[in-house]
């Protein structure tokens, strides 16, 4: 740029020093005369240039540069540069991609690539497969009018994306799909499609293999737990020195039957695929009754307290719901130190999203430990867990109730201060009463 500066510079001088000397020479006419007549050339040779530049951008090309001739060298010259750039930066874009397109192929999860106005850009062949999509054919075209799951345009205009939702393949009766969409970019989505089929046999597999041995273990143990009290109430029947292993007895049977209990309420939770009942839940009358049963199994040992906002109620079912605020409150209770306070809140974030909260002030729990809480059997303290009547099962229950109700559990904690156990959910989930809340 420098240089075309300086070229133009000093052609102009050039013509207007002749000028001069033409003037002093011959006179005002002639110079006058030899400065229209430069300036005319000067002229067409740019226009002559410009239209070489026009041609030329019809068929960018490197083998067609034209060559020009003054500040057109220059420019000509800049061009070619700059377009040898443009070609070597293509190639490795290409490459990538061509890369990119090699790896992609080689998974066996579908990858379909979104723009902004959810149409197809690209996808690869386990995509096709598993969607029914082809790629030459469906480019461009809205993803919702290709795969056509109500769950998944749900799904999409919901535009939550956390966690995966599970399908039944259209096109295949015993296939089972996993679908999630991530956001990268400027508004663009990656479409990760699974086929989960054989996971979800093994799941299936393991769930009925828990709930048949849970239940066929449930009659002898309420057999044995019979007859084990009534020989401790029976007279003559256990003496002194033999009570106190009846009673241990007694109290392991009745932790087994609650164990069993429980993983049969679990197992009915994973196996109900259809979707919870949207029940609109009066959470006023809901929280104080949970308030009473904390209070009644807490035995007046605890400060429980209950903030609740009014007229925000929750669609769901309400048996599985009120499982869950319960099993968060009576956790609370096992864990707090006799005259310790348990907070119980309602309240709707900013978000228009509905909070239930528990606080308690027990010993609070170590970080590594909290991501694992909801895993089945899971302890953080195995003695201490069997001590307040704990069966590791009470959070797992929690999660698999709020991931049917599409909320989800949050925990936090301080060691020595205390936990607390927060339930979000959805504002497609949330009731809300105006004339209520907002008085």
């Not at 998974?107 to 030459?136: F, K, S």
């Not at 019979?226 to 049977?253: A, N, P, R, W």
């Not at 895993?375 to 999660?399: C, H, M, P, Q, W």
């Not at 949050?410 to 959910?425: K, P, Y």
Request: proline share 3%.
């Amino acid at each position: 740029m420098q240089d075309i500066r300086w070229k133009t510079f000093w052609v102009g001088i050039s013509l207007i020093a002749i000028s001069i000397a033409i003037w002093a020479i011959a006179g005002a006419i002639a110079a006058l005369a030899f400065l229209c007549l430069s300036l005319i050339v000067y002229i067409a040779s740019h226009i002559h240039w410009i239209h070489q530049l026009y041609v030329w951008l019809q068929d960018p090309s490197l083998n067609n540069v034209p060559e020009g001739s003054g500040i057109w060298e220059n420019v000509f010259s800049a061009l070619f540069q700059q377009q040898r750039k443009n070609y070597r930066a293509e190639a490795e874009l290409e490459s990538a991609l061509e890369g990119f397109k090699r790896a992609t192929n080689a998974l066996p999860d579908g990858i379909v690539v979104l723009n902004h106005r959810n149409e197809v850009e690209w996808c690869n062949p386990p995509a096709e497969l598993l969607l029914g999509l082809e790629l030459y054919k469906d480019v461009n075209q809205p993803v919702q009018n290709l795969v056509r799951y109500g769950e998944f345009i749900h799904y999409l205009n919901a535009q939550d994306y956390r966690e995966p939702i599970i399908v039944k393949s259209i096109r295949n009766a015993e296939s089972t799909l996993q679908i999630q969409l991530i956001v990268f970019g400027t508004a663009q989505k990656l479409l990760i499609c699974r086929d989960i089929s054989v996971q979800e046999k093994i799941d299936t597999m393991r769930r009925d293999f828990i709930a048949n041995v849970s239940h066929e273990l449930r009659t002898p143990l309420t057999v044995v737990g019979g007859f084990l009290e009534t020989m401790v109430d029976g007279e003559d029947i256990v003496t002194e020195s033999t009570k106190h292993y009846f009673d241990m007895m007694i109290t392991q049977t009745n932790r087994m039957r609650l164990i069993i209990e429980d993983l049969l309420t679990l197992s009915k939770i994973e196996s109900n695929n259809e979707a919870p009942e949207r029940t609109i839940i009066n959470m006023q009358k809901t929280l104080s009754m949970i308030q009473g049963d904390a209070n009644a199994l807490s035995n007046g040992k605890h400060q429980i307290t209950l903030d609740a906002v009014e007229g925000v109620d929750i669609k769901g079912s309400q048996a599985e719901l009120i499982s869950a605020f319960t099993n968060l409150a009576s956790n609370a209770i096992r864990y707090t130190p006799d005259g310790g306070p348990i907070h119980i809140s309602w309240a709707l974030d900013s978000n228009r999203q509905a909070v239930f909260s528990v606080k308690d002030a027990g010993i609070g729990i170590e970080a590594q430990h909290i991501d694992r809480l909801t895993e089945r059997f899971y302890r953080v303290d195995n003695s201490r867990s069997r001590d307040t009547g704990g069966t590791g099962l009470g959070l797992a229950i929690v999660k698999h109730i709020l991931n049917r109700h599409k909320a989800r559990l949050s925990i936090t904690s301080n060691i020595g201060e205390g936990s607390t156990f927060s339930i979000t959910f959805p504002e497609s989930r949330v009731s809300i009463d105006q004339s209520k809340a907002l008085a």
